[in-house]
């Protein structure tokens, strides 16, 4: 009985036309050739690095670098994992070295200081030349953040079979840097905790895939995580449990394991809604909280939200905001402002009487709480940062021109934004929500279906368009954009499946913006790649979800829809 | 500044208002009254074995009892844990004593037989008796599977705050036993591979909830998982690697597991379809490999189907089949038979030569297929199982009157193949697959949405009637049910949160099938006992999803859409 494969004869094909490929690298950079020659990485590699004065955080990051060289071990994504490849490795040169330099007049910071710096002041960019003759590979770049990038890319194209660690597609010149500045991943703490442990490793996988910006939406109307050293009376009484809170502690980690991960942090406390939770410890500064149905009054349980208009509150919120704003190191933080219930202030006798008694419309009395606040952040040296509702739903004149913007009702959202002149990170729902399509949590709603149905695959979001609907003068307004979860039906248990790989897609998204030779990222080029991005988080301790059966990964274009 | 929590003085009243409940019971036990009284558990609690000639894996489960209650510590879902609880419970009694007897005249058996009984011969009855005076609990059954479901119910009953280990509901006086003889949870271990540990703690979780059918899945066109004694090639071909499959060792490593935990293993090898990966060692056993589009021969890529016309394909899958059977302890065994795609048949020049030269009809040629494979399990003890299409889709003569059908295309089908006099363990797609909803993984289909959109919620999974459109008569068909894990977008990394606590809701329709008062099953109701499920699983070290924000966790009812 013969036992040849024909899938093993159909998997030779594949890997041969896929030879010259970049399978491995997430983002694609921007500039990049490749060869064809087997290259074996010396079991004694080193990483030089040739920057007078380097920071600890450089020394860090190749450190790191070298532990996943030594450890990823991941086999090629082919049908027998690159027992294939035995004979081309054979003869294959060895390399022994990789070094790090500056371009020449580089200022020396620590990768942190980069990463922290103004959208206008960071350098990501890099070269790194892989030769296949075994000399030493290079790795250049204007700051030690671009630095940090060429060693994650680096780190991106080696497999394992065996007992060699190798690639096939030397030698490598790349030369690279994002297409949008801003790469964000987005993270609700408030509707579900999430231990530091969980967001450490939710860093880690970001800066595998160049992701620059932790949006943390710390707190909402459910629970307040975070310690505030001037109100405590906040954590004591609105976090789910003393446990279930950011100490400051715990905040200093995690911006110094983000810092050193090239990962900027822009924190937010979302206002003058989702603050129900504040009630908690100071009842007489929420409205709505105890109204019945909750559903006239927000948007999801429980309802209640700041009393803006009353001086006290405004007086509150913005010394809260201030006093939180002030111990993080970004240049970024947001003041959310999505999803303003009115009728709980038209049915709050407290707010309506002021409001009333004074004169005051709604609209004037959120400028000037807005004023106020953002005032505030601006004297810390703040951008503030704000939900499309606070440009779209009101007139605002309290704006700064430098406040940005983040859309997410809808993609078709972003134009009027652009038209009033506002800078833009991209988070649609429709597109980069993480949490569509889980069903409904509301309780007694058996028939209820998830309100931004459908589940958003990886390959869907991908297709987005960051420019669409903008006209040429209005492009540079979009910074970037992220993917982000919603914690209604997410914990630590079903973090790491329900993000990953999904998020890689508004990563190479907003870095790469198109593929090298210039033409539009494609999902099915994309899919083999995003795979290997996969599989390759797995060999660090990641729990990335299956995108498809095993049998797919292994056989690159054979699970597409008309093959 | 006044901090009193509105919210607290509200869980004080939905506290009180539940504190004549069964929060912590699932499923829901038949008969039931609970008392209104605190009861501590000793620090030196004992469970004693009152049962002559006891095996050993009821010593093992009383053990295994034990732990939980030591370990668990799971704090009372309400805001504070249980803080308010302190008082109630400082002048309770202390219960130290359970006692485990069988009832006159029973016969002892492992918990392990037992559980692999024919259906008829089981018996899961039970009856806990709990006092509120801290004289000993007593637990009598009619088995040591009976045993074994009263250990898991007393389990439930028990919060942890501080020091003390209690329940506020004492007296318990519980009859119980399941309304449906079979209650499983359905893995799919081809598309994705699962580690032995996975599907361990998969056990574990169906155990604590009375699941009693592991219904194994374990090949499929993807990947052949399964070492074969007597067919070796079919792993060493066709699993993903090496490492990649259930040794002999490993199937007497979940076998055993699983008895000990009350739980019969049903496995299915699926044919004549789903078999393409059969082709990987016996390319001339399988039709439309290599064809292309795969799409024409089948559901999801990879094509690929037995010949099972030919005489030695149906001999080559009878002794195949016959030998898996053999080893397997339980009287059920499935031969799958779902979605054979016939132009596979038609296009394949030898199988079209062979029906068309010998003058038989796909359907013959397929009754004479199942009465080989049924008749050689018959031979060997089993019950054969099938998917409805063997019943619905062709005309068989060959299917023994004990078939057991699956359902699954529709919750709709259940009628037909009750007029058919077939046996039903329903598992509807509509309700009971968990993989639906999860969007498209088929490359190339950035548009595509998952075939059985929308996430099946638990709260709708929960709205199941096993009986809907059925004569009075038809009734007693049902055997009952299952929920089922299609592992396309599945693996270890998200294996329990995409389960758990889900697959709970088919475990109380199938064994409660009604509240203790006779009242239909009621999701409202049943959520805040679910989410006790869902925390105590949680403190046992699995990763069960988070239903909703914990706010409303710790608040029955008040996340209900009409709060």
Known sequence: MARTSPFGLLVLFVGLALSNGVLALWPIPRNLTTGSTALKLSPAFTIQVDVPNAPSDLYDAVGQAKQYLENDKLGRLVVG????????????????TLTLSLEEGATVNSITDEARAKFEDRSEEYQLTIPDDGSAATLVANSTLGLYRGLTTFGQIWYTYGADTYTLEAPFDITDSPAYPYRGLGLDTSRNYFPVQSILRTLDAMSWVKINTFHWHITDSQSWPLEVAEYPELAQYGAYSAQDVYTEQDIQQILSYAGARGIDVLLEIDTPGHTAIIGTAYPEYVACMTESPWSTYANEPPAGQLRFPLPEVRNFTTNLLASIAKTMPSYYFSTGGDELNLPCYTDDPITSGYLNSTGTTINDALDEFTNSTHSALIGLGKTPV?????????????????????????SADAAAIADKGFRIVQAPSNYFYLDCGAGEWIGDDPAGNSWCDPFKTWQYAYTYDPLANLTTAQQSLVLGGEQILWTEQSGPENLEPIVWPRAAASAEIFWSAAQPGGAPLNGTEALPRLQDVRYRMVQRGLNPIQLQPQWCALRPYECDLYA
């Open 81 to 96: 994992r690159g027992a294939n490849d035995t004979t081309a490795v054979q003869g294959a040169k060895t390399i022994s």
């Open 386 to 410: 704000v939900w499309e509702e606070m440009v779209l739903d009101f007139n605002l004149t309290s704006l700064s021109d430098e406040t940005i913007v983040m859309t997410w009702i809808s």
